[in-house]
């Protein structure tokens, strides 16, 4: 089955600091997408990415910017944390050439006070 | 912007029951539907899809897609514990499968 972890896995940041969320997988898919999950909003499309070098903004990208260095890797950077950003984000991966499925992993639970 | 909601937003069945659940979306263009599962505490996980008129059953679990509607649901027949969980459908435009999901409906199978 695919892989996709996530680090770290809880995190607390304070207001106006800068926070990375990082994500890794190993299924040699191209495609990677990062979300928020909040209660009542289901998952949200933060930013995605196509293969090493791409990122698109998706339906809620302000104040969040995304960097794929490699087919592996997608991070996720909060250059000024605010407390709405409290949430919970999901990566995951897919590849419409293999499948419809995205594979996600196993969240970070951030929290800004 | 694609808008996708579902209904209703939770439920309570006893263990034997059918459980239908709903979704509608509001891009006609919209061509890629599924069903995405997630159990307390963790992640989403996909459960089913379909991407044609009418109707797709995988073991309990059946889909029905009307397009023309613009809606499609997810029937569990023979609800068990086990199924408690959220359950999020999901609507693509295109075959990237970059999908637009709803909030979600979260199911309680009491036995």
């Known amino acids: 089955e695919a892989a996709v972890t996530q680090s770290p896995r809880n995190k607390v940041a304070v207001t106006g600091g800068k926070v990375t969320l990082s994500c890794n997988q190993t299924?040699?898919?191209?495609?990677m997408y990062w979300y928020r999950q909040d209660t009542g909003h289901g998952l949200r499309l933060i930013h995605y990415?196509?293969?090493?070098?791409?990122?698109e903004k998706g339906d809620i990208p302000d104040g969040y910017k995304a960097s794929r260095p490699s087919q592996e890797n997608f991070s996720l950077i909060l250059e000024l944390a605010t407390p709405s950003q409290t949430s919970v984000y999901f990566c995951a991966s897919g590849d419409p050439g293999q499948g419809w499925e995205q594979y996600f992993g196993p969240g970070t639970r951030l929290t800004v006070l | 912007q694609q808008k996708v909601q579902q209904s209703p937003e939770s439920l309570i069945v006893p263990e034997g029951a059918m459980t239908s659940l709903n979704c509608t979306f509001s891009d006609s263009a919209s061509q890629y539907f599924a069903w995405y599962r997630q159990h307390s505490g963790k992640a989403p996980k996909a459960l089913m899809s379909?991407?044609?008129?009418g109707e797709k059953e995988e073991g309990r679990f059946t889909i029905h897609l009307n397009k023309a509607s613009l809606h499609f649901s997810l029937h569990i027949r023979d609800s068990q514990p086990s199924d408690s969980a959220l359950y999020l459908c999901a609507v693509s435009i295109n075959r990237d499968y970059k999908y637009v999901f709803g909030a979600g409906t979260r199911l309680k199978v009491i036995a």
């Open positions: 379909i991407f044609s008129n």
């Open positions: 299924n040699n898919h191209n495609n």
């Open positions: 990415s196509y293969g090493a070098g791409s990122t």
